[in-house]
């Protein structure tokens, strides 16, 4: 079956410009995860949508940064007036329902941003 | 705050050789903890997760296991092949709710040699 997808694969773009990354979770997955990996950093959180709830937040690392979902399907998460400290690879991931001790995420093959 | 960490950075073995791999975190109080691999220019594949109230988990040649009270798991694998060269990632959600979460290591880059 289809696993996560995202879309560009890759993107580079000119500071100060904004992207939108694109991710498709798991067809029946409600919870979708988005997490940025940098060069030398772990993996971090950065945003959390479960259903019809309101996404947490928390792990944007500033107001630049915004997600939505649509339909409780796709997601796009909004980057606007892109810096050079906001390249990396930027994950999405969909797991089936929340459950305590059941929280196996899938992951899609994540959108590589360059910020020139 | 949750931090993990994981030992080696990296490893280099020959084929065949059975191999561990090594992860810690500070926070004890998880209700699970997963290990992945991620390939070159790739996602991240969920290898093994293992509830809290587990000791270990099997899946083919890989087993892990997992010390809450010491703050440890373990990545067993048997009989390395090529194929399993990768950076070998372990994450835990943090101690209470919010158990989606996930804080990562930085990885263990395995490479296996023919």
């Known amino acids: 079956g289809a696993g996560v997808s995202q879309s560009p694969s890759n993107k580079v773009t000119e500071k100060g410009k904004d992207v939108e990354l694109r991710c498709d979770p798991i067809?029946?997955?409600?919870?979708l995860y988005w997490y940025r990996q940098s060069l030398g950093q772990g993996l971090e959180f950065l945003i959390y949508f479960q259903g019809n709830s309101a996404p947490d937040k928390s792990g944007l690392p500033s107001d630049r940064f915004s997600a939505e979902r649509t339909g409780g399907s796709v997601s796009t998460l909004t980057i606007q007036r892109t810096q050079q400290e906001d390249s990396a690879v930027y994950l999405c991931a969909s797991s089936p329902r929340r459950v305590a001790g059941e929280e196996t995420q899938y992951f899609g093959p994540g959108t590589r941003l360059l910020v020139l | 705050k949750q931090e993990v960490t994981q030992i080696p950075a990296a490893l280099s073995v020959p084929e065949g050789e059975n191999l561990v791999l090594n992860c810690s975190f500070t926070?004890?109080?998880?209700?699970?903890l997963q290990w992945f691999r991620q390939d070159p220019g790739k996602g991240l594949t969920s290898l093994l997760l293992i509830q809290s109230s587990q000791r270990e988990q099997t899946s083919g040649r890989l087993n892990a296991s997992l010390d809450k009270s010491s703050g440890r798991s373990t990545l067993y694998i048997a009989a390395s092949q090529p194929g399993d060269s990768a950076t070998y990632l372990c994450a835990v959600p943090p101690s209470g709710g919010s158990n989606y979460k996930l804080t990562f290591g930085k990885g263990t880059l395995l490479t296996v040699n023919p």
């Open positions: 926070d004890s109080a998880i209700y699970n």
């Open positions: 067809s029946g997955h409600t919870a």
